[in-house]
């Protein structure tokens, strides 16, 4: 990156999601501490089932609730990216929408499905229409100032998304967090920030000109999405995401051919995981490596859950952002997505 002036990065970055980047352990800390304080209007000590609505980085709070508390649930939850809500869903579900934004079109058709269902509803969102739906139907929400996003880019607040999430649901006991160990986790990840993106920065040239295949499991299953998600978007490359013990039943096979390619497997491994799963996680860099493709392993040095999930997040977050720069391509913009939506209203 020493080629790369600070004049340059802030052409190639004029929304400034770098700021928005460094800021994301602080909006995690703040959404974390504002969404445990929002008022309960409704008791949900009778939900069967939770359905999470969201689409793109809006549903990364979700994704990470699942790989972190998955385990421990007593309902089961399922994860809706699309327009419709299932057709169970009643008075003893509990719909949770999030769009940061406000304007995500198929939030806002769960959103009214939910109502006719009867659904129990928690909203998550910065304003526009999913805002006023959730006042004027008097709904418990956590709606975010946004103001620790200078970029105002949705997927550069995921610390809003994810930890609002987490927070508002603790608070309505939906789910049982240790508080005092993301608390923790925040001040580590604060104390570590710096030597994470110089980290990100010396990983950077590993990453140019491949293909990241992200590899984990258990609790940072939600991180590994999310980090294919940063690549498409941030550093508009191809990624793809695999998860332990899955992929041990079908990609072991699938490595053979091509057999030049530039794909790079990233396994992300922590002290946190199973010994079941960290065994496998040794013998599927032995098969990777038998078939000749280029392995990292990003091993996360956290005590707890909550410190590997965030750790992954931040470190994900400053390699695509480095990522992109060196690419030369602003990191703020989504130009397919846009045409995409344009020429689809268009049509419609």
Request: glycine share 4%; net charge neutral; charged share 20%.
């Amino acid at each position: 990156m020493d080629f790369i002036s600070e004049d340059e990065i802030k052409k190639l970055d004029p929304k400034d999601t770098y700021h928005s980047t460094l800021n994301l352990v602080t909006q995690a800390q703040e959404a974390f501490s504002q969404s445990s304080s929002v008022s309960i209007k409704h008791s949900f000590s009778d939900i069967k089932n939770v359905i999470f609505c969201g689409m793109g980085a809006s549903i990364y709070g979700a994704l990470v609730l699942k790989a972190l508390q998955g385990n421990f649930l007593n309902f089961p939850i399922e994860i809706i990216t699309d327009y419709h809500i299932p057709s169970y869903v009643n008075h003893q579900s509990l719909v949770v929408l999030t769009s940061y934004s406000g304007t995500t079109e198929e939030v806002l058709s769960c959103a009214n499905e939910a109502l006719t269902a009867k659904a129990k509803i928690i909203v998550l969102t910065k304003g526009g229409a999913l805002a006023e739906f959730a006042k004027e139907n008097k709904l418990t929400s956590y709606i975010f100032d946004g103001k620790l996003n200078p970029s105002s880019v949705p997927r550069l607040g995921a610390g809003y998304t994810i930890l609002g999430l987490l927070g508002i649901l603790n608070q309505a006991k939906v789910i049982s967090l240790e508080e005092k160990q993301i608390e923790n986790a925040f001040i580590r990840i604060k104390e570590n920030l710096s030597s994470l993106e110089a980290k990100a920065k010396a990983d950077l040239e590993k990453y140019i000109n491949k293909i990241p295949i992200i590899i984990a499991s258990e609790h940072l299953s939600g991180n590994a999405q999310i980090l294919r998600n940063q690549f498409n978007e941030t550093s508009k490359t191809f990624s793809a995401y695999y998860l332990i013990p899955d992929l041990n039943h079908h990609l072991m096979e699938g490595l053979k051919f091509p057999q030049r390619s530039n794909l790079i497997f990233t396994i992300f491994n922590s002290q946190n995981y199973s010994p079941k799963i960290y065994k496998r996680i040794e013998l599927t860099k032995q098969v990777i490596e038998k078939n000749h493709k280029q392995i990292e392993t990003y091993t996360t040095s956290g005590a707890t859950l909550y410190d590997d999930f965030l750790e992954v997040l931040i470190y994900g977050s400053f390699l695509t952002f480095y990522l992109s720069i060196y690419y030369k391509q602003n990191p703020a913009t989504n130009p397919w997505v846009d045409y995409f939506k344009k020429e689809l209203e268009l049509q419609i």
